[in-house]
């Protein structure tokens, strides 16, 4: 396996990435996953470290300043999210691939940092009335949050097509053999 690769996994909320991602990891220990950054507050039984690294805002922007992320973003107002190149180094140093599940804009910008060395992979839903099937039955959305999610999702699904592969998740299991195939053709 050559080190310094990144796979680089994103969709719209609700569109199975985190279900395909906690396979990938279960079944692929060559891989690792990738621990971002967030200035938000810990939730429930969070853990510094293994969810998220949580930093305040002052020491978010420090580490701008020192270039220490991979990329970043202000995802909500005042809520930064960021994948730091640590993460990455400690990752490839215990000899594993990290596998970055993060939004669409921060996967391209690591798509753009680390060119040939990154394999994005954009999980599409069938249909947007497939998400809002999915999305409503979470029962975790009032109407609007749930409007607001679909509108996101119909922006991020304009950017699909910059990424190196696109699998339709229609049916769970076919999608996740679909990326595992594609994550072992890329790492060898």
């Known amino acids: 396996m050559s080190l310094e690769k990144i796979i680089i996994i994103t969709a719209p ?12 990891l279960a079944e692929m220990p060559q891989l690792a996953f990738s621990i971002s950054a967030s200035t938000r507050q810990p939730r429930g039984n969070e853990v510094h470290g293994k969810d998220y690294y949580f930093l305040s805002t ?46 669409v804009k921060g996967a391209l910008s690591i798509k753009e940092t680390y060119h040939q060395a990154a394999l994005s992979i954009f999980i599409e839903p069938p249909s947007l009335e497939a998400l809002r099937v999915r999305l409503s039955e979470r ?48 790492i060898g």
């Open 58 to 103: 002052d020491e978010f922007h420090q580490k701008i300043e020192e270039h220490a992320f991979a990329e970043y973003e202000m995802v909500y107002a005042g809520k930064y999210y960021g994948t730091l190149k640590s993460e990455l180094q400690r990752i490839w140093d215990n000899q594993q691939v990290p596998l970055v599940d993060i939004d």
């Open 139 to 186: 029962g975790t959305e009032t109407k609007d949050s749930l409007e607001e999610r679909l509108a996101k999702a119909r922006y991020e699904l304009s950017f699909s097509h910059e990424f190196d592969e696109i699998v339709v998740n229609d049916e769970l299991e076919k999608a996740y053999a679909a990326v595992k195939a594609l994550v072992l053709a890329f």
């Open 13 to 24: 909320s609700g569109a199975g990435k985190t279900t395909i991602v906690k396979k990938l």
